[in-house]
T-cell receptor, first 115, second 114 residues
Framework: DTAVSQTPKYLVTQMGNDKSIKCEQN?????MYWYKQDSKKFLKIMFS???????INETVPNRFSPKSPDKAHLNLHINSLELGDSAVYFC??????????????FGPGTRLTVT | GENVEQHPSTLSVQEGDSAVIKCTYS??????FPWYKQELGKGPQLIID?????GEKKDQRIAVTLNKTAKHFSLHITETQPEDSAVYFC?????????????FGKGTMLLVSP
């Protein structure tokens, strides 16, 4: 009965590789997010999708490309990985819509280590 | 854009004491203020939130207060227990063209000693 799930939980890869992180939510939400948490624990929004459409795109390098095949899934693909991409990436979801609520629920995170 | 400041960065208390974490925000249009608890190796968990039309909200041992005029809000935990030890984040949000964004504070590491 996991609400927001991410795979994989840990990802270790070398510089220059391309990798993907998957996220799924079973809460019936229509909006999903990707956050990056750096080594100092700071959480920062990267992207947000509402009903499969991109609505928030912060100043993230275009090596990062989110893809939302449907409302319940938001994947993050990263090309040409760099050392500075090492962080924990969190997926979150919320319900906007006409009677939207503000609460965002987070997944367990994916720890990405680039060597 | 919105800026959220959070203090202190670390807070150590004895079991049974109270703990208070304070946040300030810059955008007067912000109208939703959640608090998240993050345990080691886990994702942030929403523990309580408050909207701008309310001054205080309680849920068992935790409470949040909001002062819109001063643009600050606080988390109060009473009768702390060792399992309250975690990193706590405040955040501020506002609705904008149908969607909302959360801006987080930098977190407070709460350590509760038995």
């Amino acid at each position: 009965d996991t609400a927001v799930s991410q795979t994989p939980k840990y990802l270790v890869t070398q510089m220059g590789n391309d990798k993907s992180i998957k996220c799924e939510q079973n809460l019936g939400h229509d909006t999903m997010y990707w956050y990056k948490q750096d080594s100092k624990k700071f959480l920062k929004i990267m992207f947000s999708y509402n009903n499969k459409e991109l609505i928030i795109n912060e100043t993230v390098p275009n090596r990062f490309s989110p893809k939302s095949p449907d409302k319940a899934h938001l994947n993050l693909h990263i090309n040409s990985l760099e050392l500075g991409d090492s962080a924990v990436y969190f997926c979150a979801s919320s319900l906007l819509g006409d009677r939207g609520r503000y609460e965002q629920y987070f997944g367990p995170g994916t720890r990405l280590t680039v060597t | 854009g919105e800026n959220v400041e959070q203090h202190p960065s670390t807070l150590s208390v004895q079991e049974g004491d109270s703990a208070v974490i304070k946040c300030t925000y810059s955008d007067s249009a912000s109208n939703y203020f959640p608090w998240y608890k993050q345990e080691l190796g886990k994702g942030p968990q929403l523990i309580i939130d408050i909207r701008s039309n309310v001054g205080e909200k309680k849920d068992q041992r935790i409470a949040v207060t909001l002062n819109k005029t001063a643009k600050h809000f606080s988390l109060h935990i009473t009768e702390t227990q060792p399992e309250d030890s975690a990193v706590y984040f405040c955040a501020a949000s506002k609705r904008n063209s149908g969607y909302s964004t959360l801006t987080f504070g930098k977190g407070t590491m709460l350590l509760v000693s038995p």
